[in-house]
Each structure stands twice: as C-alpha cells, then as structure tokens.
C-alpha cells in the first residue's frame, strides 16, 4: 500500500499520487481542488497537530500554506519526490 | 445605459487586498485584517474616475471560485453573475491577486475573466513578492490572461490612478467590440495548469521561499510549545487590561468627578442637577471609565488579526474544536467575540457546514465580550484584593479575570459539545483553510481601528446606555418616598419595587435588591448593569456627604457579601444580556427559533452557575 498524506514525513516534500475522490464529499473534494491539492502536484507537510490531537495539518503547495484534516490527508497517496 | 452610473465589483481570492483596495480607493473604513474570510458582506461606495466622473465600487467576500463552499461566498457569485435580488449586474470587474500567490489566484481570476465581461487584473501586494524574491512582468501576464493587469500595492495607495484608468478603458472598449465568446468550462485540473503555466511565463526570477516565516511557525505551531504560547498572550492580554489601564482610568474618573462638583456648584437643587449629577454623569460616567481597558484589549485583537496570528491560533485550537464537533474555522469567530459578540456571530458566514456554523452562532455568546468588563472589573475591584499571587508578577485580580474568560471558554466547548450531539447533530465538519503570510501590523490601520471601536462605544454610551440609565434614573425617584417613612427612596419608588418582585425570584441563587433592580435594564446592554449600579447608589446616597464620597466600589464593600458578588460574576458569564446579539442571531439564522432557544439556554445556565457559585461560597464561610 502507498504511503499516505497524513503520515508523512514533515519538512519533506512528496508528490500527490492518488487522491480517492470517491470517499470524500462533492464539497471537500472541490475545496482541495482550489487549493491545488491534486495528482501530480508537489507538496510539502509542515506542521502537525497540537497538543493531544493529530490534526490538522498545515502544508505548503508552491507559495501557498493550507491546512486540512488529517481524516483528508488519509485519502491522498503521495510518492517520493523524482531525485 | 452609458449615463448611468458604472457598478465596479472587486473580485478574488480571500486575503487578496480587496477591502485594502476598496478603502484606498472609496476612504471608506472596511475592516482588514490578514486572514481570509475577513469580508462576509457585499459592500458598496462611491470613487471617482481621474476626469471627476462617478463609480460605485463594491467590495466582495474572497472567494476560491464561482462554486461556493460557504454563505459568505455565495455572495459573491449572486453579485458577479447578477443573480443578487435588486441588484444590477456590474459593469466591470477588478479582479485583485495576490503576486506572490499567482499559481493558485490565477485559476479564480482564469474563470472571471471567461465570464466576458470587462475586466482588469489588480496584480496586488507587489511588495510582498518582491519581499519573497520574486520578479514578474505585468505585461507578460497581461498578454497570457487577455486583459490589462495593472501592479498595485493597496495599503501604500500604489497603483490606483492605472488601475481606475485601465478600469475605463475596458468598460469603453467592451462597449465598441460586442463578442462575447463562450467555450465550456474546463476542468479544475486544466483550469490549474493553465494557471501555473502562465504564473511560470509571467515570473521573470524567482528565489527560494524564504524561510524565516517558516522558523517563526517552528516555534509558533509547535504542537507543545506553540500550545503554551497561544495561552501564555491570552494571559498576558488579560493582565494588559488591569496592568496599563490603571492611569488612565483615574483620569477619566478625575474628569468625571470634577464635571459632577462643577454642576453641583451652578445647578439650584432640584430634578435637573439630579437628572445630571446621578443619572448622567453617574450612570453614563460609571461606564466610559472603562474605556481605555475595552481600547487594550481591542489593541490585542487587532494585532493578532493584522500579523497573520490568528490562522494559527485556529490550527492549535482545532484539535479542541474538533473534540465538541466544531472546527479551528469557528475559532477565529469565536475570539472576535471577545470584543463583541455581533461582528462575531457576523464572521461565522465564512464557516462551510451548517450546523457548525449554527453552533457556533449559538455559543459566541459565551465569549466574554467588552461589555462585561465594565461589570467584572467593577466587582473585581470591589471584592478581590490587589495583590500579587504568592510573590509573582502574577496580579490576582487579572487573574480572576482570566479565570472568567476561561470559564466562558470551557463553558463554550462543553455547550457546543452538547449541542453538536443534540440540536445541531450533523457529520463532524471538516477545516479546511488557507495561512496567511505573516505581515508587520500597520500603526495606521490599528490606529483607525482603534478609534473606530473607541468611537462605537462612546456612541453606545451616548445613546443606548445614556437612554436606559435616564429612564432607570426616572424610574428610580419617583414616586418621591415621604419624609416620615423608614423606606428609602430607591426601595419605594417604581424601580425599587419592581426589583422587589424579581428579587424573589432570584434570591436563592444570593441575589439582593441591588443586583436585581440592575438586572432588568441590564437586559439592553451589560454595561447598565454597572450604571445602574451607580445610579441607584447615587440616589441612596442623596445629599448625605459622607455617602457621596464613597466610591462605587467601597459603597458595595459594604453591601454585598463576597459570595454575593462571585454568583454575580458567575452570572454574568453566561446571561444573554444583549439585545443586539439577540437581533443579530435572529438575522443570520432567519427567525426567532435559534434566538430563543439561545436566550433560553443560556438564562437557565446563568442561574445555574450562579447559584452553585453562591452556595459553595456560602459552604467556604463566604457567605
Ligand atoms: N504588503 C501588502 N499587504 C497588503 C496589500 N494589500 C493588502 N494587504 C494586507 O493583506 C491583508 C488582507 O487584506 P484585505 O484587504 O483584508 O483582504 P481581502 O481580499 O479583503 O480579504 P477577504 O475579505 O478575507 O477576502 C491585510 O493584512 C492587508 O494589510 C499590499 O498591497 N501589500
Ligand atoms: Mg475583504
């Protein structure tokens, strides 16, 4: 099984493999779109979580900082970036 | 059509610079702040072309796209496509993005511009991707999209005089080429790529992120140490407000006092120096000391929202958030309610799912906003020694504030907690959320910001407060208790006797006859509890020299048990005294189900902390 979003490594860039669209709704879906979250995009895990919880996650695309939940990062396979 | 008045709409990503925009160019006041969903409303003014003809400018909500994720953006798309009831679809378009960001603002911008209609690219914050490393070539991008793009730096006023004449050169030239062409949308994978490619076409140079940003959030979002921190400039603010708001106090207080003497020497005795002296001066006085502490805490706030804090502090407390069935989103809501509860109920619109959103709404409420402080501070004060905690640094009394913030707080998750399980049940909302770049705060903005809160609240004292403190006063003596009767004034005249009857009522829970006539008028805004306070103490005290030298807070001394005055505090935590919020709720949930339920809830827990509060004191011997 491919590694996925939520337990990747921080600081370390990945790139977006597969996003299972079908397990997460029309809305959230479309959300991640607009933040550039897609297959083949690069993407790098910053920040994780605070205090007793796992979530969220903060990651940089490009310039741009987001942060979603790690129930989302679970659906998005990444793979190692191309040397 | 060409005599009316063109309607300009400000269009684009959230944090983008459009209400930065609109401001520069309409000098209105729009807040700003760094974080995105800052704007929930369409807001229209009026600018002016370089040769004095008129445009109304209108200001949106930032939006990712046409397809809205929340209420605040559907605003924006009604607006844009013309769909808005009354409203004419406008005649242009500037479409504002962010420079530094161009692979993700382009997309937005891509689907706007296919919309055909006039449009020109406001290619803001110019100086934050020069900060960045970057070098772009407007023309380039010009090109790329098919429209002007113009650099501006909106809160330097950088850029407006091209931008409003690029603005009218597309309205004349759309008028003259009539060819709207209409190809369907693409996809949101092709719609990116085109965006990233003409962002790589349009960046001339580029160096590496710089990472200094990246170091602050180390610490910052650090899931331990950041935690601590977030906690630690909540503490501090709450002291702030005692600690540097001690002088100026006294001045206003001095003021006050000498404004009272000087009346009590010109005005013969009679209704009107009692109308000044007590119910004005004194009721209205007791209230606008607070001032400079409501100004500290306002500072606080805003310095949070301009540097770009308060996104992270939603990513630390998310993980809380989440454990009620709400998420960081509501955070940032939640903690503009520490000023007011209105704009923060407002701000909720940028929150995606419906029923967070509703509960949300329903606990903001329970944030204590400025119009507590008045009351807190004033039994603070009267009841809770000033003294440091064991040696520290630490003041008690900030420190019981704190501790009454952070009741409200708790108070808040464990409601949201119940509501999310019962009225409000829905899947757990997600959080999903863009982070603001960090920024110096701007001593202008702040400033005007600060005036305008400053302003706002001496308009309340003018108006609402002054209102209900006169009738309070009115209410309070007449009718004139005769000279052979034991009562006093303030017991028999139609306040007083009124305050008997919900005395009763409240008498369980330690209420006496003081709080419960300042209980009722209070209902119109917290802070009358305070002036009606001083009020009724100013008539009591009538023409007895040695009363009328005693402050508010001795004379309360001398009244009030301690438990007395923690079930009041206690008290005030929860009630919904605040007519506004209760409009506004009714408003943003349209009608007076949530409304009712909210006042109803939370009467019921006043009551409730209240009482346990009175009666565990009274256990300790406080009593
Ligand atoms: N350095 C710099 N900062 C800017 C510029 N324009 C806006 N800002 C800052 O960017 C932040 C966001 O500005 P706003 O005008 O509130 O952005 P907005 O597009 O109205 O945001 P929403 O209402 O949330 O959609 C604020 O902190 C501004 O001070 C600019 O040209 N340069
Ligand atoms: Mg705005």
């Keep these: ?63 741009m900082q987001v942060i979603i939940r790690a129930r989302q990062a679970a659906m998005i396979e990444v793979a190692p970036t191309a040397p | 059509m060409t005599a009316a008045i063109p309607t300009i709409a400000l269009v684009g990503n959230p944090n983008a610079g459009k209400s930065s925009l609109f401001n520069a160019l ?54 844009v496509l013309g769909r808005q009831a009354g409203e004419r679809r406008p005649d242009a378009l ?24 006039p449009t020109v690219v406001a290619l803001n914050m110019l100086d934050l991707a020069e900060r960045d490393g970057l070098t772009l070539d407007p023309a380039i991008l010009s090109r790329e999209l098919g429209v002007p793009v113009v650099p501006t730096v909106a809160v330097r006023k950088r850029g407006l005089t091209d931008l409003l004449a ?66 630690a400039l909540m503490f501090v603010m ?17 003021g006050v006092g000498a404004l009272q003497g000087a009346v009590d020497i010109a005005l013969p005795d009679g209704f009107l120096r009692g109308l000044i002296i007590e119910g004005i001066l004194g009721g209205v006085g007791s209230v606008i000391v607070f001032l400079p502490q409501i100004l500290i805490l306002f500072l606080f706030i805003l310095l949070l929202e301009a540097t770009g804090y308060m996104t992270r502090a939603a990513f630390l407390m998310d993980g809380i958030m989440a454990k009620v069935g709400l998420s960081g989103r509501g955070f940032i809501p939640l903690l503009s309610s520490f000023a007011c509860a209105v704009p923060g109920i407002m701000a909720t619109r940028a929150i995606p799912d419906a029923k967070d959103r509703l509960t949300t709404i329903l606990i903001a409420p329970l944030m204590t906003c400025s119009a507590r402080l008045p009351v807190y501070t004033l039994i603070i004060g009267a009841f809770i020694p000033n003294t440091n905690v064991g040696g520290s640094p630490v003041g008690l009394q900030g420190l019981v504030l ?48 600060l005036w305008q809160r400053a302003w706002i609240f001496l308009r309340r ?23 052979d009767s034991s009562e006093s004034q303030v017991d028999y005249s139609v306040a007083g006797r009124i305050a008997s009857g919900l005395e009763v009522v409240v008498a369980p829970i330690g209420f006496n006859h003081d709080i419960a006539l300042a209980l009722i008028p209070a209902m119109a805004a917290r802070e009358v509890a305070v002036s009606a306070l001083a009020t009724a103490n100013a008539i009591e005290a009538g023409d007895d020299e040695e009363a009328m030298a005693q402050s508010l807070s001795e004379r309360l001394q001398g009244r009030w048990s301690i438990a007395t005055a923690l079930a009041f505090l206690a008290w005030f935590v929860f009630a919904p005294q605040c007519i506004s919020t209760i409009a506004i709720t009714r408003r943003e949930t349209n009608g007076w189900k949530w409304p009712l339920f909210m006042v109803g809830y939370l009467f019921a827990l006043a009551y409730a902390a209240a009482g346990i509060t009175y009666w565990t004191a009274v256990a300790f011997g406080l009593g």
Excluded at chain 2, 100 to 113: G, S
């Design chain 1, 1 to 63: 099984m491919n590694p996925k979003l939520d337990s990747a490594q921080l600081g370390v860039a990945v790139r977006i493999s597969r996003i299972d669209w079908d397990r997460m709704s029309h809305d959230e879906g479309r959300r991640l779109r607009e933040f550039g979250l897609m297959e083949g995009i690069e993407v790098t895990p910053l920040h994780r979580g605070s205090l007793f919880s796992r979530d969220p996650l903060a990651l940089a695309i490009g310039r």
């Design chain 2, 402 to 449: 704190f501790g009454l913030y952070l009741s409200g707080i708790v108070g808040a998750l464990v409601v949201a907690l119940v509501l999310r399980r019962t009225v409000a049940k829905g899947t757990a909302a997600g959080f999903m959320m863009e982070m603001p770049r960090y920024q110096w705060p701007r001593l202008r903005d702040v400033g005007i910001a």
């Design chain 2, 461 to 483: 004292a003018g108006t609402i407060i002054f209102v209900t403190t006169i009738a309070l006063w009115l209410l309070l003596s007449y009718p004139k208790v005769p000279t």
């Design chain 2, 238 to 254: 709450f002291q702030g407000v005692y600690a540097w708001s001690e002088a100026p106090i006294g001045w206003i207080e001095g």
């Design chain 2, 94 to 117: 500037v479409v504002v993005v962010d420079a530094a960001n161009l692979d993700n603002h382009l997309c937005f911008a891509l689907e706007l511009i296919a919309l055909g209609l």
């Design chain 2, 26 to 79: 309409t000098g209105a006041r729009q807040k700003i702040a760094n974080y995105p969903g800052v704007t929930v409303e369409r807001k229209a003014g009026h600018a002016s072309f370089a040769d004095g003809r008129p445009m109304s400018l209108v200001d949106l909500p930032g939006s990712y796209s046409l397809t809205p994720a929340s209420p605040d953006e559907a605003v924006t798309r009604d607006v």
């Design chain 2, 166 to 231: 690029a603005v009218d050169g597309a309205i004349l030239s759309h008028q003259t080429q009539a060819t709207v062409q209409s190809a369907p949308p693409p996809s949101d994978a092709a719609l990116h790529q085109r965006a990233r490619a003409i962002a790589r076409a349009a960046t001339l140079s580029e160096n590496p992120v710089r990472r200094w940003t990246q170091r602050v959030d180390a610490v910052l979002l650090h899931p331990v140490a950041g935690f601590l921190i977030l906690l």
